[in-house]
């Protein structure tokens, strides 16, 4: 463990420059002292690292010095070569640059390690895409990720689900999340960030002006809290009802979010087996036709008006059966 977190030191310092000790050891989860004792141990075993002191300073390698310790293990080179999966490599334009990348890599691996590198392709296919739904248009995903990359403004029409017009955006882009197969672009529009997708985006163009990203946007730390406030803001109502066994063992198919809110609420079954509990949804028009889903292994308890239109769509089905 210690001669891992010291190479990891090593190539980390190799890689980003000056590092704090209290940088150093949030990321290995470590106290401060323990990273003073492996920067000791560094330089007694002759790596040339130094400190400079004060708010701003930290530990750095000397100027020039470069590790020969790069060699790759076997899982390493296996986890490399399943993160190189081509799907969303070929949306972002990075199909032949990922293959030319992964045929260096592969020759700079030990003749040992080749042959299971080499299985990963053969092994193992990502497709990104859920069922019975194609892949969305990308009209304009390469050139958004180009305005990612570099860092500077992004001009472009987007249009919203529903709408027939686009709008023209100016935004400031943060970066790109594919999400269930479905590509997003993360933005600063003006002083809010924004969540777009990839799809509703035409004639993006990047511009020549800078984009000042700020310094501590986490993105993935933005999508966590924007995927469960979007989930939040979705079903903006619940329902009450009651399940049979059937009807709770298929209760995934209304999705994990309903299912986790079901499962909280979930009451003791009574002598049939039925289990009360509470879940979400969008609007009773939404909730109607998700609850149906269920068939008859639900019962809506309420709200009244859900009671009433669940009973009326289920009455208009029988009339139009028996006729």
Known sequence: MLASRLLSILMLLQARGRMSATELAAQFEVSVR??????????????????????SGGFQLMDGYRTKLTGLTQSEAEALFLAG?????????????????????????????????????????????????????????????????????????YRRAGETDARAYKL??????????????????????????????YDAQVSEEVFARPPKFDLAG????????????????????????????????????????????????????WVRCTVPIESLDYGVRE???????VEVLGPPALRVRMA????AMSKRYRA
């Open 85 to 157: 999966l081509p799907g969303p490599a070929a949306e972002l334009g990075l199909a032949e640059i990922l293959a030319t990348a992964q045929l260096k890599l592969m020759a700079a691996l030990p003749a040992t390690v080749q042959p299971q590198a080499d299985r990963i392709g053969a092994r193992f296919h990502l497709d990104p895409t859920a069922w019975f739904r194609g892949s969305d248009p990308l009209p304009s995903l390469q050139v958004v990720a180009r305005a990612v990359w570099s860092g500077h403004y992004l001009h472009l029409q």
């Open 172 to 201: 400031g882009p943060l970066g790109l999340v594919l999400k269930g197969g479905v590509w997003y672009l993360v933005a600063q529009n003006g002083k809010s960030v924004r969540t777009y997708r990839a799809a509703n985006i």
């Open 34 to 55: 323990t990273i003073y004792r492996d920067i000791d141990q560094l330089s007694a075993a002759g790596v040339p690292v130094f400190a400079d002191r004060g708010r």
């Open 222 to 273: 933005y999508w966590g809290k924007a995927s469960k406030d979007y989930e939040a803001g979705v079903y903006r109502a619940s329902a009450d009802v009651r399940l049979s066994q059937s009807g709770w063992a298929r209760l995934d198919l209304l999705g994990p979010y309903v299912t986790e809110a079901a499962v909280g609420t979930a009451g003791k079954p009574d002598r049939r087996g």
């Open 312 to 315: 009326a769509t289920l009455d």
């Open 291 to 297: 609850l149906m889903r269920l068939g008859e292994d």
